[in-house]
Nanobody
Framework: EVQLVESGGGLVQAGGSLRLSCAVS????????IGWFRQAPGKEREGVSC????????YYEDFVKGRFTMSSDNAKITAYLQMNNLKPEDTAVYYC?????????????????WGRGTQVTVSS
């Protein structure tokens, strides 16, 4: 069974940093896209960043460029999200999702498997 487990969330003051991890197990394909998404209370889930094994590219939404950095380990499928200069508006539950064969263009609707999320809270 495919499982994704996020970790690294917590409470941090504005301007601080957190590093999130997403460990994937049981995923049968070496061709995949893995992404970070977040959902704040009362809002829809939105994309944050995505890595595609197909082209080796990492992609970011504009609102996190320059502050967040995504990296990945392809030996074991693992994704990281280094978050710097956090802002209160970054407060959300952060999820990772993965899909085989498709690239990052698959987006939220294209993800086949999801983790349960990790809470990030940024105080002002």
């Amino acid at each position: 069974e495919v499982q994704l487990v996020e970790s690294g969330g917590g409470l941090v003051q504005a301007g601080g940093s957190l590093r999130l991890s997403c460990a994937v197990s049981g995923f049968p394909f070496d061709d995949y896209a893995i992404g970070w998404f977040r959902q704040a209370p009362g809002k829809e889930r939105e994309g944050v960043s995505c890595f595609s094994s197909n082209d080796g590219g990492t992609y970011y939404e504009d609102f996190v460029k320059g502050r967040f950095t995504m990296s990945s380990d392809n030996a074991k499928i693992t994704a990281y999200l280094q978050m710097n200069n956090l802002k209160p508006e970054d407060t959300a539950v952060y999820y990772c999702g993965i899909v085989g064969h498709l690239g990052c263009a698959a987006g939220y609707d294209g993800m086949d498997y999801w983790g349960r999320g990790t809470q990030v809270t940024v105080s002002s």
